[in-house]
């Protein structure tokens, strides 16, 4: 039995943080996975996670010495969002700061989630460039409050990553 469409708003809406939680788990599983069996084990990725989400960083990802500290956002790909919120704090104090945004959408044939990627930040061993020129993001939280610290940085920044192989080489300047 699948989800239809009310169920599925009803999932999006009053179970977000479930529905985060999955897609978090699903896209390191296939960061892990493509990094593991396309390049060896010298490139598994590591994942540490952030005990505080109080300066952008959700997950810290480490792949052959490389180090990247990533802010996640998930969207359904149905959504029209006009920018997403990102933390000034990742661009500040963040070496190699970076934002992945998982684009997500339900295959009808098999019940599973397929990713799109889009991706701002800067090369590995970059600073994330400035979104010091982006007004002050004022859309409310999960909890209802305003977050604090963050901007309204325009969906046009992000760059659409082909698949999770070309998202794991923009991430840690692997090569093909």
Not at 37 to 61: H, N, Q, T
Request: with cysteine; charged share 30%; net charge positive.
């Amino acid at each position: 039995m699948s989800l239809n469409e009310g169920e599925m708003k009803k999932l999006k809406t009053n179970n977000s943080v479930y529905v985060e939680k999955m897609l978090e788990a699903l896209f390191i599983s296939e960061l892990k996975q493509e990094a593991l069996f396309r390049y060896g084990m010298e490139y598994m990725v590591r994942v540490a996670y952030s005990e505080i989400d109080d300066e952008g960083v959700d997950v810290i990802l480490t792949c052959a010495g490389k180090v990247r500290h990533v802010q996640l956002k998930a969207m359904h790909a149905d959504t029209k969002e006009i920018s997403k919120p990102i933390h000034e704090a990742l661009a500040r104090t963040n070496i190699s700061g970076c934002v992945v945004v998982l684009v997500w959408a339900v295959n009808p044939e098999t019940n599973r989630i397929n990713f799109k990627y889009k991706f701002f930040g800067g090369e590995v061993g970059q600073p994330l460039p400035s979104i010091d020129e982006h007004r002050k993001a004022s859309k409310p939280g999960r909890t209802g409050k305003k977050k604090p610290n963050t901007r309204a940085v325009s969906r046009t920044r992000f760059e659409p990553v082909a698949d999770v192989s070309a998202l794991l080489q923009r991430l840690f300047g692997l090569e093909g």
